[in-house]
């Protein structure tokens, strides 16, 4: 729970007001939810912590009668397979999961050998946004 107040509180000051703080549990709690976000000043996009979910604020949305992406764009992270197939078709962000996990091994083989760890590498090739008609 630790590193989930850790990356709320990082995206609440990269934001520069606090986030709410939401656990989606099933439609009849997602739709009030979205209607009521959407309905605020400056809602503009809303980029999911994976596809699955991006889909229900998606689908919830849709019942809504919110435009997306016209009023509102959508983004996954994951690029799953259901992703162009949902209408609008979701954006994704496609993470090169091959190259991340050889550069994890690499940096522990080095801190095995002693080297000085200096933490991850951010790489520009491994991760990707792949649009699609939600934004």
């Known amino acids: 729970m630790a590193r989930v107040d850790g990356r709320h509180a990082g995206a609440s000051e990269v934001v520069g007001s606090p986030l709410p ?24 996009g809303v980029c999911a912590f994976d596809d699955r979910t991006a889909l229900e604020v998606l ?41 991340q996990a050889r ?14 760890w200096q933490g991850l590498l951010l790489r520009d090739d491994g991760a990707w946004v792949v649009a699609r008609s939600s934004t």
Do not use: K, M, Y
């Open 21 to 44: 703080r939401v656990r989606i549990t099933d439609d009849d709690t997602l739709d009030p939810l979205v209607r009521d976000w959407a309905a605020g000043p400056g809602r503009t």
């Open 59 to 99: 689908a919830a949305l849709h019942r809504a009668d919110v435009d997306v992406p016209g009023r509102v764009g959508v983004v996954g992270v994951d690029d799953s397979s259901a992703a162009p197939f949902a209408f609008p078709s979701l954006s994704s962000v496609r993470l090169d999961l091959d190259t």
């Open 103 to 116: 550069d994890l091994a690499r940096r522990t083989v080095q801190t095995i050998d002693g080297e000085p």
